[in-house]
């Protein structure tokens, strides 16, 4: 395949990721706390965020975020189960940090590398890998089988790309290191990154952070045509690349008409994996073929190719939560001040009415008038907002958070209570479980397929 063509494939691919990693920018936000960053359209038809239209409003947007523990006590329940089954170390720990990203946002996607192991010997361990990163092309089938284009972003320093991929050639590194000193290089970064800050929500495919280079990874099946060849006078089998398609008729034609054991031959594909690495300028860094990709992904549940994570289930209720609390702070906080009732003909004559208004929302402000004798001055009037029933609705929207979670009480530990029998609780535990038992499954179904290419690498 021609490299700019594979370039534009990569690029084509990125962009039609486009919406996977949106959806999952938006439940990473709910699951971390910025519940109110939805991008909404006010009265006035202007775009601006759900907290800020809030704000403008008057109110205090509130959030109590029940996602977090939601997916903190599902990470648990795995945790446990692994540990249960022997598993340790850093790979349990790798495949834990996956399984969040498969309840946030319905993808798992990890890739086997070979490095040293502590018996400074060669051995395969997985990695973890971004969806933000990571792109694929049209695929249709649960474990990627069909897919025939896979790739992911890579930021490093110039010394690291030059290390991987020179393979001990000073030109190739000086090529390298002229690549990455252009002009063009050097105004295509990205502000520095923050440590503690996501740094992968605002990625595009050409653009580094600051101070490293951007290196795409595309992994491309190729299927060259190769002859597969029977040599009965030898009792040999070999394959012979096209180039000698010509000679080997002219051998097959020759042993016919003299009647010696017969030259088969058999046109086929050979189905093979190329690796490219690109500069985000076009030109080609480093290739090489290979059996297969080092990706394993699973996408949740990919019903007609659609992806619907655990978080996502919960979402509507956690903002139902979110507005009702807001509204009870409104209320609470309305009626705690009451409304203050200024006669227009006793205005303060060194204050302005923003200033009064200002003065008067302070604790410990105060506000000048001038007295109209015979007139009562400003009055500030009080009402109790009475029982509006917020906090039953609450607790309805907690109830549903555990039933479309499958999350319960029992699950939580929170009915481990001592008028109960160890079997009864732990009945309770397993029945919890049965409603999770689909996503543990299905992301066990991956360890699987992952522990399978670990099993099959020749490092």
Known sequence: MNTNISMQKAFLAWQQCGAMRNRRLRMKRYTFGDQWGDIVTDSFGAITTERQQRMKKG???????IIRQLVKTVVGCYRTSRKESGAKGATLETDARTFEEYLISGCAIQRVIAGNSGEQRMAAYPLPVSPARFFLGTHSGYTGDDVELVGELHDMSLKQVMMR????DRNRALRIREIYSSEFMRNTSRPLRVTGESHNDMLDFYHADAGLCRLIEVWTLDTPERLRCHDEATGQFYFAPMSRHTSLLREQSRRRKKGTAPLHI??????QWRCRFFAPTGELIDEYTAPGHPY???FYPLIDGEIHSFVEDVIEQQRNINRLLTLNDRILSTAAKGVLLFPDNQESRSMTIGEVAKN???????VMYHGVPGLPGPQ?????PGNLGVSAMVDQQLKLISEVSGVTN???????????????????HDSALIALSDIFDSFDSFIALRDAKLSSFDP
């Open 59 to 65: 109110e205090n947007p509130v959030t109590n975020n």
């Open 165 to 168: 991929h020179s393979h001990g």
């Open 266 to 271: 058999r046109w086929e594909l050979n189905p």
């Open 296 to 298: 394993i992904f699973r």
């Open 360 to 366: 008067w929302a302070q604790p410990d402000g105060f």
């Open 380 to 384: 500030q009037l009080h009402s109790s």
């Open 410 to 428: 029992a699950l939580r530990g929170f009915n481990a209570t001592g008028d109960g029998s160890a079997q009864l609780y732990r009945q309770r």
